[in-house]
């Protein structure tokens, strides 16, 4: 469902970020996309939701190729993603509703149908209670699950979510990572990019390794050992 | 269309400041070319009115018939450039000159014969009120054989024509620059509204928005900017000119002008607004 086939991305002014960078993350899957600061893990998301093209190389995503897609397919794509952040880039003058409700309204879905979607991912999340706050009203962790709840108000195929418990402690960590297990069991496939390891052991997944912008390791190969931490 | 109604109203209540800051400064710079606008209108009436006094006058021969005349006047009538031609007859003349000439009426009393011709009178349309239409009406007047002589002013006219040349480029010139200023102020109150909601923008696309979803309460947005801003200067002109009124006579723009101040304030509103979010667009 997301298949990397030798990606390569340079930028114009810092060089390489990723390199022959080759994976495959089939459909319903929970996967991590591990590595330090600056190894590609986050241009690897970038060019899942196809904010930029790769230098060479082909990422396929759900039907979509980079290749092939057009400007006016790009947000018919990132329809069939959910996207969560580290800084979870809500709407801070917008309630909770509001902010989940606007992932229905930009797809023009239709209004009646609108509010029980809306309450039906909030009470997912387990934010059902605080639908009209405002995301300052809201610790780390409720607004991750904020955003968490716009990822999924559209039946995404995917969740991506780039180092979503970065800026959270580790009781809230915990909570969310759930969260996202929770949301993988029940069909969504969820690819979460992180560096914390102890997250990542913590459950049996697949692991893709990303250093210095290339693939280091691939469980799903497993023909390299894991780098040590 | 109502989520764009919606989307655009909460854009005006979220950011209440900055959106009557966008307006009051799009409606200053507005004000400031509509200044310089109700100047130049008034400059052109000026030169207007003192242009209604160019006409060639062509003095007739004595004895000249009057059917002779008529066919002429008819011949000159049919002339591209002339508005209307009035014939005054020598004694219409002479009534005129005693009229307007009250210090020479000594001499008018003494006159035993008529010493003034009859003469045509000939009145240019509004666009050939200049030296070298004038001129070339007066030599075409002197082929015809009734004319005796013809006069137009031509120095005066000359004059009129210089400041109206000089009018007419440094209105241009400083027209443009005026109006420059304006689409800059305009052009960067509206883009900063804009990069207000960058991060706004970048979520949208995020959640799989159109470019043309996105696009569209920003450019209500920009408009009702513009108009609004366009609408406050409008007032601030009239208020202006209402002042000037008080000690001195003056022209304000027409409807027509107004109106078409007002939508270019909407409409560069609208096309800043149309090029910030493309710009944003491309990068997200």
């Known amino acids: 469902m997301i298949k990397f086939l030798n990606v390569t991305k340079d930028y114009p002014k810092t060089g390489a970020a990723l390199t022959d960078v080759s994976f495959h993350i089939p459909k319903g899957e929970f996967a991590f996309l591990t590595g330090h600061s600056g190894a590609g893990k986050t241009t690897a998301l970038r060019l899942i939701y196809m904010a930029e093209p790769p230098t060479s190389g082909e990422v396929r995503v759900s039907g979509f190729t980079t290749s092939r897609i057009g400007g006016r397919d790009v947000p018919r794509l990132r329809r069939r993603l959910g996207i969560v952040f580290q800084d979870f880039q809500l709407l801070e003058d917008r309630t909770a509703e509001e902010n989940v409700a606007f992932a229905l309204e930009v797809t023009g879905a239709r209004r009646s149908t609108i509010g029980p979607r809306v309450m039906r991912v909030l009470t997912q999340v387990g934010l059902a209670g605080k639908a009209h706050q405002y995301p300052r009203e809201l610790s780390g962790g409720e607004q991750q699950r904020v955003a968490i709840a716009r990822a999924l108000v559209n039946d995404p195929v995917v969740l991506l979510a780039d180092e979503p418990t970065g800026n959270l402690d580790e009781r809230a960590t915990r909570g969310i990572f759930q969260l996202l297990r929770d949301i993988n069991a029940a069909g969504t496939a969820v690819l979460m990019a992180t560096h914390d390891l102890d997250l990542v052991k913590s459950v049996p997944a697949h692991l893709v390794e990303l250093q210095h912008g290339a693939v280091a390791y691939d469980s799903a190969e497993d023909t390299v050992e894991p780098a040590a931490p | ?284």
């Not at chain 2, 109502?2 to 005006?12: P, Q």
């Open chain 2, 1 to 284: 269309m109502r989520l764009v109604l919606r989307e655009t109203m909460l854009a005006f209540r979220r950011a209440p400041l900055l959106s009557a800051l966008s307006i009051s400064t799009i409606a200053f710079s507005l004000f400031v070319f509509g200044l310089f606008g109700l100047v130049a209108v008034n400059i052109h009436a000026a030169i207007g009115t003192a242009a209604e006094r160019v006409e060639v006058v062509a003095y007739l021969r004595r004895g000249t018939p009057i059917e002779a005349v008529t066919l002429g006047i008819a011949d000159i009538q049919a002339f591209p450039e002339v508005e209307s031609v009035g014939h005054i007859s020598e004694a219409e003349a002479l009534a005129r000159a005693r009229r307007e000439l009250p210090e020479f009426q000594d001499i008018f009393e003494d006159l035993e014969v008529n010493p003034l011709p009859a003469s045509l009178e000939v009145r240019l349309k509004p666009e050939f009120r200049n030296a070298t239409t004038a001129s070339t009406v007066a030599e075409r007047l002197k082929a015809f054989h009734f004319v005796e002589d013809v006069r137009f002013g031509n120095d005066w006219v000359q004059k009129l024509d210089r400041l109206r040349t000089i009018a007419t480029a440094a209105g241009t010139v400083i027209g443009a620059a005026f109006a420059l200023v304006a689409i800059i102020i305009i052009g960067n109150t509206i883009r900063m509204a804009v990069l207000h909601r960058s991060r706004e923008i970048a979520i949208m696309r995020l959640v799989g928005a159109t470019d043309g979803f996105i696009r569209r309460p920003f450019l209500l947005e920009g408009l009702t900017k513009g108009l609004l801003g366009g609408l406050l200067a409008l007032g601030l002109c009239y208020g202006a000119w209402s002042l000037v009124g008080i000690y001195h006579a003056a022209e304000f723009f027409t409807p027509t002008e107004s109106a078409l101040g007002v939508a270019a304030g909407g409409l560069l509103g609208l096309l800043r607004s149309l090029l910030s979010v493309g710009r944003h667009l491309r990068s997200v």
